[in-house]
């Protein structure tokens, strides 16, 4: 247990600042999500992992927990996409080019990028899981050589709903890359693959004992998307999940983010799959 | 340890003498049946004995609502809080209430150190006192007697209608010094009070009865009782979840952040945005309340995390008593174990 006397006056941290952002870049991708690229007051790097969270505050409304989009392997400016769904992201819909944002972090644990060294990257987003994916699939593309294959499965409600549709394309384009894009509900210009994106698991030819998974999306997406996996008696413990907790705090004290007994603010938001497969409030 | 004799009579001369290190906080009556910690203005309004507070002591290091910053809407500025934090004395504090204090401390000052906290508590002293446990008091069965004196800087044992006066650490002996009104004493410690509320099993053995307790029928007869009202959670002294908030100015040029107690018994509690539910149900609820006591921390600190204060019991509008749900959990398993004996 941790004691008063152990504790040095000059250890306590001010914990619930946030740090001004300047907005160098906005762009509303769909009619739901938006598309900022902020810089540090002096152009330092936030210093993130990819996967991990910052605290978005806006001054009159809170704060909450949104994905950090860019990889750390792109410098002086980092990047967001938030989806307008509540108060605080409706009015940071507002924000444009020029304003500032408050932001908090990076917090929590991201992909841990050492036992991803050298392995075929599976990535799985459905939604705007894609959002934190991104972050790893940038990641894994600004260092091609250190990984196998990169495979991309990624799902969408509608095709207007697809995200970083000319990114996806460059992707596409690459030979060293494969993407593979659904949706569930095409409409008449749609000419892709329809379907849930768990169809697009079976058809997949994959060494089990290479390739690490990365999964993202929303909260019933992650027991099929298992299940599919599992059918091809993919590993547990080469499954990375990224979980959405209400983080209100973003340093294990507030309460709000509990997984049964683990904080995914501090814990995760990414964990290994075996590590949050027994904890019954995980998925 | 050194040991003085106190007449009852000169503990108002007592609290005085302690007001020369910081203001004085301790119990007072505050209507005909309810106490709380206030600051000594009176020292003979002080109570002595008294059953428990309404809310616990952790007000007093983690305000129920606590301002974290000033900012302005016209140019995006914030001012960090200035926090004065004044030198404290806690007087006549139960062996649980310190214990609470102690768990807090872990809670608050390990991974990220909150500075708030840590500033408040390096600025108190405490003076702990024995008291009479009633019908809801259950401490001893979390292994917190009366007379358990760790984290105190003084001890009033009641003795013989008088007290005995323990000091127990240096910042102790100098909050007593020059205080003329006690004797010398040998230490005598009276143990006559027993309780009446207790958890059947030594706590050691209850990781074991929480391990097998999750899919338990006990939660859903106890969710079927609770109102989700908070309570419990709200005079819980090792409960510290909280919510952060702004709330803006009327002419809406300015406004503060503040962070404010919260509660995992609420129903939004672990709702995301989007309307997604983690803790959707009562029952995931309330067995989240008594897995924080007695499992999650417990299991990486070795101690429960309930100091059997008995308010959340006492104050539950519906009912509920956590030491009976206890001892379902206990029964259940007994049970459990009696079948499988007879299957074998």
Known sequence: MKR?????????????????????????????????????????????EPG??????????????????????????FELCIRQVGMLTNVLKKYKQGDMMGIRGPFGHGYPIDKLLGKDILIIAGGIGLVPLRSLINYVLDNRQ????????YGAKSPAELLFKEEIAVWESREDVEVYVTVDQPDDSWTGHTGVITTLIPG???NLDTTMAAITGPPIMYKFVIMSLKSKQFHDDHIYVSLERRMKCGVGKCGHCQINGIYCCQDGPVFNYTDIKALEEAL | MECFSLLRADVPALIDHLGKFGEVVAPHGKGDVSYSFEVVQNSKDVVLDYNRTLLPLKKQFLPPIEKLMDFSLKDLSFKPIELEIKPKVFFAIHSYEMQSILRLDHSMLSGHVESNYLTRRKNSRFVGISFTPDDFHFSESVGIGIQEMEGFDLFLSELDDDFQLFVLTENGRSLIQSFKSMKTAEVEVEVKHEFKKKIRYHYNRLPKIFQYAYHSDVWANVAERCVGCGACTL??????????SDEVGVTAEDG??????????????????GGENFREKTINRTRHRLFRKFKYITDEEGLPWCVGCGRCTAFCPAGISLPDIVNELIQEDEKAQYHKTIRV
């Open chain 1, 4 to 48: 008063l006397q152990d504790v040095k006056t000059n250890e306590a941290v001010d914990l619930y600042y946030p740090t001004m952002c300047k907005v160098i870049g906005a762009k509303q991708i769909t009619e739901m999500e938006k598309w900022y690229e902020l810089q540090m007051p002096a152009g330092q790097d936030l210093g993130h």
């Open chain 1, 146 to 153: 250190d990984f196998g294959r990169l495979i991309i499965l």
């Open chain 1, 204 to 206: 997949l030819k994959l």
């Open chain 1, 52 to 77: 991990q969270f910052v605290e978005v505050s806006a001054f009159g409304i809170g704060e909450a927990p949104i994905s950090i989009s860019s990889s750390p392997s792109k410098k002086g400016s």
């Open chain 2, 235 to 244: 005079t819980c002294p090792t409960c510290f979840c909280f919510d952060v």
């Open chain 2, 256 to 273: 503060l952040r503040q962070r404010s107690w919260d509660s995992c018994m609420l129903s939004t509690f672990a709702e995301v945005a």
